[in-house]
């Protein structure tokens, strides 16, 4: 009987993928590929290409689970990692070259630490450090992570939803291990309460790092030094009129031509039901929408540009955004959605306007587990669900056809 039934929901599955064009456009998602995992769900996802593979790893309560990838968008399962105390979930998942190594790095939310393990030469893992929480650091409830490069040494900005939260950074040994430099209590200013989306641009040879805050409803803008020091420049808050900023989540950005912009998505309080997550309950909806800010030289951020929810667009709840292509005159991105069960495809054009393309009705719902991958020309979304009852990871491929 469980496999009838595992059988039927792969089936449904299938059939619920119903992909919609909104303007006069062909660029649609077409599912390539679903695999099982061994986690109870998936709440992060990256992928990585070490010598000329590609591997992706999904993270959730259990393990993280490692997959190839190939040029047609089919996953192969090669292992799994289990995690520092056996807890997770694995959140903020990231992974970069630092000194010559491949690494990835995982914020074990309830494990209150970091992970960093060395990427193998076959995509598997080998932890080499921990780092956890102490009361000079914000790693508690550890949520989101960020590697800045400078000039000479390479650093990982932390945050997450600690109740009291504030922003670290370590500096990055050849070795993975982390060595504390700066943390930063939040304040009434800054928006560090529930760091769940960071971003980083670089302009005229500055370094600017971008945060949102999911308690605190805005975002902020801090000047990274070389040392990894850090400053506050500009802070924006949300209010009852044109700015969609309650439950900041997602962040991310794009150059174009000369502009910069910070692209920032939110799932609104409203969402939530559990009783005493939201530390406000005193909030306003007035409806959802994601935000473009133009940067200006000093690394501020200015309100440009908000595309507004509607009866044709899918951005109810948007947990996770992620740039699928870009040229000197547009970029690509796709809004992944918990409450509407979707990925919207949009299309932000170099004067900073955000246009939506299409969307996919995926059949399951999206919290954070969304990354985009390019192998040669071809351009594929991998995402999981955080429901329990699914327990997969999905692939898809962006084609200008449809199957």
Do not use: W
Request: glycine residues 10%; positive net charge.
């Amino acid at each position: 009987m469980s496999i009838i039934k595992n059988y039927t929901l792969i089936g449904l599955l299938f059939l619920s993928s119903l992909c919609f064009a909104q303007v006069n456009n062909k660029l649609m998602l077409n599912k390539t590929d679903i695999k099982d995992i061994s986690a109870n769900n998936t709440v992060s996802v990256t992928s990585y290409e070490k010598g000329g593979n590609h591997y992706v790893y999904a993270g959730g309560f259990g393990d993280v689970d490692i997959f190839s990838l190939n040029k047609e968008g089919k996953l192969k399962p090669i292992g799994t990692q289990e995690l520092y105390l056996k807890k997770g979930p694995a959140r903020g998942m990231i992974a970069d070259k630092i000194e010559g190594s491949d690494f990835l790095f995982v914020a074990n939310k309830y494990g209150n630490a970091i992970e960093v393990f060395k990427i193998l030469t076959d995509g598997l893992l080998e932890r080499v450090s921990i780092t956890e929480d102490t009361d000079s650091t914000y790693l508690g409830t550890a949520i989101t992570l960020q590697v800045v490069h400078m000039k000479t040494s390479s650093y990982l900005f932390a945050g997450g939803l600690e109740e009291t939260p504030g922003l670290s950074c370590f500096q990055i040994n050849g070795d993975g291990k982390l060595t504390h430099i700066q943390s930063i209590k939040d304040n009434d200013k800054i928006h560090t309460d529930g760091i769940i989306g960071m971003f980083t641009h670089k302009i005229n040879g500055n370094t600017f790092l971008y945060t949102g805050g999911f308690h605190d409803n805005g975002v902020s803008s801090f000047k990274v030094y070389e040392n990894g020091t850090f400053k506050n420049i500009n802070n924006i808050d949300d209010n009852e009129t044109d700015r969609y900023l309650t439950g900041a989540y997602p962040v991310t950005g794009v150059k174009l031509g000369r502009n910069h912009y910070i692209i920032v998505g939110h799932r609104h309080h409203k969402y939530y039901k559990r009783a005493g997550f939201i530390k406000n309950t005193d909030f306003v909806y007035h409806g959802d929408g994601v935000s473009i800010f133009k940067i200006n030289k000093k690394g501020e951020l200015l309100p440009h540009f908000v595309l507004k929810n509607d009866e044709n667009t899918k951005l109810s709840g948007q947990t996770r955004i992620e740039i699928l292509s870009v040229n000197k005159r547009e970029a690509v991105l796709a809004v992944a959605t918990r409450d509407d069960a979707s990925i919207q495809l949009c299309k932000l054009n170099k004067k900073g306007i955000l246009q939506p393309l299409s969307y996919c009705e995926t059949g399951f719902s999206i919290y954070y587990g969304l990354k985009s991958h390019q192998i040669g020309d071809n351009h594929f979304l991998i995402a999981g669900s955080n429901s329990f009852d699914f327990k997969k990871l999905v692939t898809y491929k962006v084609s200008n056809e449809t199957h």
